[in-house]
DNA sequence: TAAAATTTTTAGACAAGTCTAAAAATATTT
DNA sequence: AAATATTTTTAGACTTGTCTAAAAATTTTA
């Protein structure tokens, strides 16, 4: 069967993926609603729509889960995503606070090729600005661990890997912080009270709150 | 006022702007209609809308022009075709036959600083892999003069600058004949009864038929 | 210039995707 | 196990862009 999928399909589909990727249960309209910006009533019109194609699997008022046909869509439009946020970064020098919204309408242009050159031309990145994976031309994707700086033990230090909100005002403070991928933070203290962290980057002492440390994946 | 067009709106747009280009005056409704591959009715709904914003002039039964701000809207978007039509011959390494239906996605992605840091990145660049002219960052685009193959004298020579019709069934017809931009051609006869042309490119003798060589911009 | 042909517009319908408000099902409290 | 709260679905409406068929205007022909 042909897929031509409208961007909204190709939207929604990603969404599912990703919150099932997270939660690894069956994912509640409520919650893709939120992620999509829009109601609930919209989602259950898609969402049937999505079953109806086989792309979904959907249980009435038990949530739905992408299928293999719809996993392999969502991974093949993340792909998509991804490599372009490298190529508006890496090409056109973008900042990365810069590309997220227009990497969005990128991702759905049709083209049974365009994908695969940019990947070559690019040198076959293994991971966006924003330190996600990018799937391989077969839909294969490394699941990183998901260690976030909110839960490194004070003393321990660790390396930047990735952010998990990738939105402008967050990723402009943390270029205000001087904190970018790759860069090794060493955690000082935790308060107890609100969990806010006193970190150490090249020497300099900054303090970040809950919020931002639950936002900034680790590792080591 | 801010402009925040559907694709279809730029697309109509464009392609009001370049009949009337073409031929000089008030655009019908049913030359749009062909070129938007679409019935006249429809044309008529769009035409009223794009009235209603501006963008176009309309008088009922006497056809559509586009005003100063449509115009400046449907150069910026041939300027966002050509460009990346650019990018993906030159940079993509796709065959000229195979970017204008990619371009004409890719031209409706919105962002403030996108074409313009493309156009950076490629240099600058004056034609699109099809010769046409792109305009520059203010709308300045060069009217090229016209001169078709057919209207070529016998004995003379001309160097192909572009093509009428970028279809990819005409564009590689001319690969297999040998002929791209800058190739130089004489013409040695032409047939009274169906006007093809017998042209010598590079010491090779090959007829062309009339269809073939109205669709040919050369100079000199 | 009146009839015929053509072009353009209007009227009404439809599909996609969204929304609000109300009904139905499920989950949580007591 | 009811009663209450929450979540999800349905019902009906709206927008954008399209279509067919019919009406109206214009142009061409005779
Ligand atoms: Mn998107
Ligand atoms: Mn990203
Ligand atoms: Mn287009
Ligand atoms: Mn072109």
Known sequence: MKFNLSQAEENYLKAIYSIGIDTGKSVNTN???????????????????????????????????????????AVSTLRSHRLWECFLVDTLEFNWDEVHDIAEQLEHIKSD????????????????????PIPDKNGVIEHHKNVMLSSVDPEASCIVIGV?????SFLKFLDNAGICLGKKIKVLTVEDFDQSMQLEIESKVITVSHQISKNLYVKK
Do not use: C, W
Request: aromatic share 6%; charged share 30%.
């Open 164 to 168: 998990k909100d990738s939105s402008s």
């Open 31 to 73: 919650q893709i609603a939120l992620k999509m910006k829009t109601k609930a009533s919209s989602v259950t019109d898609m969402v049937k729509k999505l079953s109806d194609k086989g792309l979904v699997e959907h249980k009435k008022y038990k949530g739905a889960l992408v299928t293999s046909k719809g996993e392999s869509i």
């Open 113 to 132: 090729s365009l994908v695969d050159r940019l990947d070559k031309f690019l040198n076959f990145p293994s991971y966006d600005p924003h330190g996600d």
